[in-house]
């Protein structure tokens, strides 16, 4: 059973890239009386909020999808591979995306399924 009810999104290729339209598209045919312009508002909304939340630094967690941190990336020296010349990179934060175990079980079921 798909996590959050309803059934699985069945036309998904495995290995196929599914952008943010693609996904209004197939929450607008999963959900046929959610107008289109109040689904592309939620998406939107809902990805916006989390890339707010993590530029601040705190941790998102959806149980059974999974957790978003920042993981902090130390000053390192690096080199220019055209001059080979020592180059200073700086340290970062990148977001860490944690798969859940309910999303880490159902992806290896289909998988399996497919091999």
């Keep these: 059973m798909p996590p959050f009810g309803g059934r699985p999104f069945s036309c998904i290729e495995f290995g196929k890239i599914m952008t943010k339209s693609e996904l209004i598209k197939q929450l607008v045919k999963r959900f046929p009386k959610l107008p289109v312009r109040d ?3 939620a998406v939107k909304s809902i990805l916006d909020t989390m890339s707010a939340s993590l530029s601040e630094g705190q941790r998102i967690e959806i149980r059974g999808f999974g957790s978003f941190s920042l993981t902090c990336r130390p000053a390192r020296i690096g080199r220019n591979p055209k001059s080979g010349e020592k180059v200073m990179v700086p340290e970062k934060r990148v977001p860490h995306f944690k798969p859940g175990k ?4 159902r992806v290896d079921l289909y998988s399996k399924g497919t091999s």
């Design 39 to 41: 689904t592309d508002f």
């Design 102 to 105: 309910e999303l880490r079980e």
